[in-house]
């Protein structure tokens, strides 16, 4: 079971790649990356729909919740959505595939130990170490093997 | 010519590090409206409606104009269009397997899915993406990142 899931993992850190590099040629082929972002989120917007309804069988929830919740929870993640995805899509053609890759998931790492440094956003605190620091080190020299080959 | 060159790819580097900053904090949110809202489902059709919401006013004053020449879709393969599907089953597998696998393992493998593609997608030149051949200090490269991941990981 737990192969198998680690084999789901690999597909569909598969994705990822595979959409950057989809979004881009549409980039080129509608003439606008931004365009481009825009059709890829409204494919996934009405999929999504179609999904809600199958997976929670109604598409409500307690408009209530806008005001017991702060603001930035509604709009946060579908803004810096667009941002990663857009950048990658301008990246890519600039830095190949791969490039694109490390050097987005060295910033996630980066942010990351940020996060868990100081327990934003509620996670629990989780010190910077010195195996984490190696980590990063070597990361930083793995980018800078890729960039320079 | 050759400094200017080393300068954008600085800046282009420089970039793709600040959209991956982004990418947790997107995470941890996302993962706060999922408990507001009480689906995951829901969660990420909101993320992706209010991330298309804002994509118009950002085309609009990119390009000033939102068409495009409708022969592009009669020219182009059909897997041009289906990039948000793969969006998708990223978001939804991560869920998924989330609670399977735990957190290091998740991010382990999604992230050598992602590299072993690249890679394969730049060896091939697939997507129509500039080739650049596989060598041994590339898989180096790739080698010392995922290592790198799983210290940060497993510390």
């Given at each position: 079971?737990i192969?198998?899931?680690?084999?789901?993992g690999?597909?569909?850190?598969?994705a990822v790649?595979?959409?950057?590099?989809i979004?881009?040629?549409l980039?080129?082929?509608?003439?606008?990356?931004?365009?481009a972002?825009?059709?890829s989120?409204s494919?996934?917007?009405?999929?999504l729909?179609?999904?809600v309804?199958?997976?929670?069988h109604?598409?409500?929830?307690n408009?209530s919740?806008?005001?017991?919740h702060?603001w930035?929870?509604w709009?946060?993640?579908?803004?810096?959505?667009?941002?990663?995805?857009?950048?990658?899509?301008?990246?890519?053609?600039?830095?190949?595939?791969?490039?694109t890759v490390?050097v987005t998931?060295?910033?996630?790492?980066?942010m990351?130990?940020f996060?868990?440094?100081f327990?934003?956003?509620?996670?629990?605190v989780?010190e910077?170490?010195i195996?984490?620091?190696?980590g990063v080190?070597?990361m930083?020299?793995?980018?800078?093997l890729m960039?320079?080959f | 010519?050759?400094k200017?060159?080393?300068?954008?790819?600085?800046?282009f580097?420089?970039w793709?590090l600040?959209?991956g900053?982004?990418s947790p904090?997107?995470t941890?949110?996302n993962a706060?409206?999922?408990v507001?809202?009480g689906?995951?489902?829901m969660a990420?059709?909101?993320?992706?409606?209010v991330?298309?919401l804002?994509?118009?006013?950002?085309?609009?004053?990119?390009?000033?104009?939102l068409?495009?020449?409708?022969?592009?879709i009669?020219?182009s393969?059909?897997w041009?269009?289906?990039?948000?599907?793969?969006?998708?089953?990223?978001?939804?597998?991560n869920?998924l397997?989330?609670p399977?696998?735990?957190?290091e393992l998740?991010?382990?493998?999604?992230?050598?899915?992602q590299m072993v593609i690249a890679?394969l997608?730049?060896h091939?030149?697939?997507?129509g993406?500039a080739r650049h051949?596989?060598n041994?200090q590339?898989?180096a490269?790739?080698?010392?990142?995922?290592?790198?991941v799983i210290?940060i990981q497993r510390?």
């Open positions: 079971m192969v198998l899931s680690l084999i789901g690999f597909l569909a850190g598969m790649p595979v959409q950057t590099s979004n881009s040629r980039g080129r082929e509608v003439g606008s990356p931004y365009l972002s825009l059709i989120m494919v996934g917007t009405i999929i729909i179609i999904l309804f199958a997976a929670d109604r598409i409500m929830f408009i919740m806008f005001l017991s702060p930035w929870i709009v946060g993640g579908g803004v810096l959505g667009i941002t990663y995805l857009t950048s990658n899509i301008l990246l890519l053609p600039r830095l190949g595939a791969a490039l490390v998931v060295l910033g996630q790492t980066i990351a130990i996060i868990d440094q327990g934003w956003f509620d996670v629990p989780h910077l170490n195996p984490r620091l190696i080190a070597g930083l020299f793995g980018v800078y960039r320079k | 010519m050759k200017k060159e080393s300068f954008y790819a600085i800046l580097l420089l793709g600040a959209a900053m982004v904090v997107q941890a949110i706060k409206l999922r507001a809202v689906s995951p489902v990420t059709l909101i993320s992706f409606f991330g298309s804002v994509l118009v006013p950002v085309t609009l004053i990119m390009n000033r104009k068409t495009f020449e409708l022969q592009v009669r020219k393969p059909w041009l269009w289906i990039g948000g599907v793969l969006g998708i089953i990223f978001v939804i597998s869920i397997l989330l399977a696998l735990g957190s998740t991010v382990v493998a999604i992230i050598c899915g890679m997608i730049d091939f030149g697939w997507f993406v051949k596989i041994w590339r898989i490269g790739l080698v010392l990142l995922i290592a790198g210290l510390f």
